[in-house]
């Protein structure tokens, strides 16, 4: 793949206004899925989870799922939206190798929520208000894998799997209008943007919003307009982008990409694009369709979804606290500087050190570790943290440096384990054995050992000069690979030298 040229961030915006649009899908996690009895899960052999709707099978015919509804005006409601009356599905029709029947069943005229707006609090405590269109309900599609190519797409591919588990699990598609005034901060909105969809439906509990199994996707638009120019430039539409940092880079380079393209004299073609995390650019993916070209008409097996009244208020009466207001309030219960804060909710991780806490373990130990070791790990594999480990495998670590069975740097060891597949803390210990030794007969060995390497240690101890324990007990540390107790190797120094 050729990668484009493309203009410095700064210079794309002295040139140009960024104007941005998004389109996040929120998959439901319903027992089962939007129009069958199917389960609703993840992760199960391909063609398992199925019945006949899910197939497209001649006479199969949908049945709405009341939970996801109600998932779905919980959402609206707490997106400030307005919830339909009387809302209605329909179907999109384009070719769907991976829907059975070859059409989707989406909400189009008539979405069960519209005309909303959500506060996104930026790194520096800034509020941008981000205007919503829409959110509407429909059905995911199946997953196709491509078999045979370099790169796992379609192009050079020798054939292709479907696995229909995915199909007609339940979806809402929030739509944002236009947003302006974003300038250099259009990344960061785009980041805080989808954090703070996540932080919602979290809240709400209706979906688990795991970015790398695709419970949460981002569709980024992006264009650019001349600086003074009232007309809205030709947009991109960079698809199911996987992780928060991800959107942050493909926006911006979308703006890096379509600038550079603009000022050579070039126009911009309305296209889909991929991105493609390994390179850091986009590629175009198809010509992107208008909705006319999508034949929406209504379902004829569906009746109009309306929600009594008094379903809509009892919703909104158990809404959780907006994400802003959530984010404040945890600040100052934790206790956390702007910076320490800043970590945990520019890493977002707000739900896991939540949870962690919430499982006794202190705020700064769970800090510590989201932010700091499993933040590394995740970095280095390309993943999330929270995919990594679980809120109660941190406070399982933590209590276990509590009570003094680990070391720091043990426990990092363990964690790695854990990461990795291994087990639970205590099957990590034990395979890998790395429990902290403090057993008074072995560690007395070690210290012997070590002050017959050092005889002058005891004495200068005894002149007063405590620190000079120190070297002996980074040699007994070193001698036992990092597993000794450190207190109790220098209290046996001490008592040593007090002889």
């Excluded at 598609?173 to 250099?184: C, D, L, Q």
């Excluded at 806490?357 to 510590?368: D, F, M, Q, Y």
């Excluded at 034990?430 to 005889?455: E, F, K, M, N």
Aim: charged residues 25%.
């Amino acid at each position: 793949m050729v990668k484009e040229k493309i203009l410095s961030f700064e210079e794309a915006l002295e040139r140009y206004e960024p104007v941005l649009g998004f389109e996040v899908h929120v998959e439901l996690n319903t027992k089962t899925k939007m129009f069958s009895s199917a389960p609703n899960s993840f992760g199960r052999e391909p063609n398992t989870d199925l019945a006949p709707v899910d197939l497209g099978l001649p006479g199969s015919l949908p049945v709405v799922n009341e939970q996801a509804v109600r998932y779905s005006i919980s959402l609206g409601l707490a997106l400030g939206c307005s919830i339909a009356p009387s809302s209605r599905f329909a179907r999109k029709n384009y070719f769907y190798p991976d829907l059975g029947k070859n059409y989707q069943i989406s909400q189009y005229d008539e979405p069960i929520a519209f005309e909303g707006s959500v506060d996104v609090e930026l790194s520096d405590g800034t509020i941008v208000t981000v205007p919503i269109e829409r959110a509407h309900m429909e059905e995911d599609a199946g997953k196709l894998t491509h078999v045979g190519g370099a790169t796992g797409r379609i192009q050079g591919a020798e054939y292709s799997l479907v696995d229909y588990n995915r199909a007609g699990v339940p979806l809402v598609e929030i739509v944002t209008k236009p947003i302006y005034g974003a300038e250099h901060r259009a990344p960061e909105i785009a980041k805080a943007y989808v954090q703070t969809i996540r932080d919602i439906v979290l809240a709400l509990g209706i979906s688990d919003a795991k970015m790398e199994r695709g419970n949460l996707r981002c569709d980024a638009n992006v264009s650019l307009r001349p600086r003074g120019q009232e007309k809205l430039g030709t947009r991109t539409e960079t698809k199911n982008v996987n992780s928060m940092r991800s959107v942050e880079r493909a926006v911006r380079y979308e703006i890096q990409r379509q600038a550079a393209i603009l000022a050579a004299g070039g126009s911009i073609t309305q296209e889909t694009r991929h991105w493609h995390e390994d390179t850091g650019t986009t590629s175009p993916g198809r010509p992107k369709s208008d909705a006319d070209d999508y034949r929406y008409f209504p379902e004829p097996d569906l009746l109009p979804v309306v929600p009594a009244p008094e379903l809509i208020a009892q919703l909104r009466d158990e809404l959780p606290e907006p994400p802003a207001v959530r984010r404040r309030r945890l600040k100052d219960s934790w206790g956390f500087t702007d910076l320490e804060f800043q970590d945990v909710a520019n890493g977002g991780l707000l739900a896991e050190v939540e949870a962690t806490i919430s499982l006794g373990t202190s705020p700064a130990a769970a800090r510590k570790w989201w932010t700091g070791e499993l933040t590394r790990l995740a970095n280095a594999q390309g993943r999330e943290a929270s995919d990594l480990v679980s809120p109660q495998d941190v406070a399982d670590l933590q209590s276990l440096v509590d009570a003094g069975t680990l070391t720091d740097k043990l426990a990092r060891q363990v964690l790695e384990g854990i990461a990795a597949g291994e087990g639970s803390a205590q099957e990590v210990i034990d395979a890998r054995g790395l429990a902290v030794v403090s057993d008074d007969g072995a560690l007395i060995a070690a210290i012997d050992d070590a002050l017959a390497a050092q005889p002058d240690v005891l004495a200068k101890i005894r002149d007063g000069k405590v620190q000079a324990a120190g070297a002996v007990i980074g040699a007994v540390m070193k001698a036992m690979r990092g597993q000794a107790d450190a207190a109790r190797v220098r209290e046996l120094i001490l008592e040593r030298a007090a002889q």
